[in-house]
């Protein structure tokens, strides 16, 4: 763990040598990922509501989101750009190392521009909460379960990602998967799953379950439906696909073929 | 033509990753579907309050996420910002070639080959999903052509501009953001401009944005006047000249520093 906040120390210093262009790069993509939220708002305030979910509400969805797969990506980004070490053959210099290759990969290096994609997310939340007038009771209970949703919603985004990164092992390149795996439904997530045709539905509650992370728990949340089981399988889910993951990892690692060049 | 032939060459290099494109289009299928879903979800039983139906919607997405390859996913800068860095921009631009369509033409060929293997790939899956929409009219398929030609020389225009400015900020990172934000935003991906809240659908028509996604959408869908082909052109001359100058001022600029 000291070791860990070392590198982390050393990554956010690395990166303020450079001030200007770290906060332009971070206001700017902040600003592009909150286009899309004040086009939805546009919509919904000509249109009022979509299937049921006012402003507010999938404010509410769209932030937790957000803000998880930002996390991701600042917390994350040696896994996200794993294709690197496939293509440059780097993977072999992680191997010889003594601590285990998913741990080097994670605190190899940091993103913090992507550090205004999560502040943005949680503007949004704040927004949505203040806008959504609950009671007492319902609000605190969504506090209280904020962080549950986030963490699930980071943990679920990881293990996509980690997933994806092991294809790169019979396949070298993963760019283009990482469209599929981790971009197309995590922009799925910021509205309500209601709104999509059943395959899709399936989809996004079992080889991608990105609607456990946000839309399971708020429906209960926003009483919507549902009851405390909502509650209990985001943590749920997010372990086990995790533990998936993990063992796909150790799966690949084993499959692992440097190329001798 | 030496024009011709960096065209060419670029088709060429990107027919390299078909398959991995081919996997791409999926997902930006998916972005459609997710885009489509949530038109059909504003939309139902509202359809009388709205110049547009769930079905114009579903037509108009389907049709942007096709549009999107050839106007809005450009390369960004069309890396002129990289020979900007490594030095190499200073014999590109003292070659006897003209600059501009230098870069220019190679970005046409990756356009070229994301008509055919992107493009078209997306369309076709829509059509066999929710549907595509099919012309009634034949002069639509005329001014369609056209339309789209002027969508794809304004959005490079676009990106140039983006690119060129390196010669001077040399990141052009946030200026790409800025660029994709505006053209995505203000040019109707999501939303048809003129369903944009009251200021920006008086101003966005006039934009470029809107030339480069909106009115080729439109004029497919047969929703607009073919009139519009007179703002694009209009965009075209101004982007196109303006960019012809920077590219003789970031000339000028290399030659001082040069010396």
Redesign the interface.
Known sequence: MNLYLKLLSGSLRSRMQYKMNFLVSSLSYGLIMAVDFVLLAAILQRFDDVKGWNLYEVGLLYGISSVAITLYRVFCVEVHNFERYMVEGEFDSLLIRPVSPLSLLLTKNLDLSRIGGTIQGIIILVISIIGLKLNNIELFLLLIYLPVTIVSGVLICFSLGLITATIAFWTQRIKDFQTFTLYAPFNAANYPMNIYPGWLKIIFFTVIPVGFMNYTPILFLLNKGGDLWNLALPPLVSIIFLFVALRFWKFGIRHYHSTGS | MVYWILLQKSFMRNMQYKV??L??N???A??G??FI????????G?EN??PYSALDMTYYIAAVQCILWLSGFLTAGLNIQNGVRNGAISLELARPTNYFLYVTSQEVGRLLYNLFFRSLPIGLVFSLTVGFYIPQHLPTYFFLCISILFAMIISINLHFLVGISACWTT?I??AH??N??LL??LGGQ??PID???APLSSITPYLPFAGAIYYPVMIFLEKISSEVILIQLIWVVVLTSFNLWLTEKARHKLEIQGG
């Open positions: 991995a494109h996997i791409n999926a997902a930006s998916i972005f579907f997710v879903a949530i038109w059909v979800g504003v939309l139902q509202k309050e709205s990141e990172d946030w953001f800025v994709f934000t995505v935003g999501l939303v369903l944009l809240p």
